[in-house]
């Protein structure tokens, strides 16, 4: 990867939707060898999908809620059955493996307690084997991005 490459995922990020020119003319590059660039990126798995980001608030959905758990059971067999309930659920943002005092960290986007409590008990009573939840709710995202820092 180089400097054109960095530069291309940089714009990308920022904006998924630029035109091939746009993003030619950007990187000092002609459409043609950007655009092989681009696919290069793509088929190395440099760039996974491109989305659109779509405003939570705008859907009513207001409250990010960060949910730590621990569980008796540390074996693959339950992880499997775990992770195969869990992501099944659309509040589910995030799903994490931890290291530490937690074993899995979520994060949930839902439009208020009342939906909040709908999940937690839909989790609870499809899972086994949780011994503790602990849940955090965000007052305020200070930040938020989706763009990665690329190394230089």
């Known amino acids: 990867m180089d400097h054109f490459d960095r530069h291309i ?20 590059l002609s459409t043609t060898p950007c655009w092989k660039r681009v696919k ?4 190395e798995g440099y760039i996974r999908a491109r989305v659109a980001l779509v405003d939570p608030a705008r859907l009513g959905l207001g409250l990010s809620v960060f949910v ?22 659309e509040e589910v943002l ?4 931890m290291a530490g005092e937690w074993d899995y960290m979520l994060r949930v986007l839902v439009s208020d307690i009342s939906a909040y409590d709908r999940f937690y008990k839909k989790l609870i009573t499809s899972t086994d ?10 007052m305020e995202q200070i930040k938020y991005t989706t763009a990665l820092p690329l190394p230089r």
């Open 9 to 28: 995922l940089s714009l990308l990020q920022r904006d998924a939707s630029l035109p091939l020119k746009d993003l030619a003319e950007a990187v000092n």
């Open 40 to 43: 290069k990126l793509e088929e």
């Open 68 to 89: 730590q758990l621990k569980t008796q059971r540390h074996d693959s067999l339950w992880l499997e059955k775990f992770a195969a309930i869990v992501v099944q659920f």
């Open 94 to 97: 995030e799903f994490y493996r």
């Open 129 to 138: 084997g949780l011994t503790d939840i602990t849940s955090s709710f965000a």
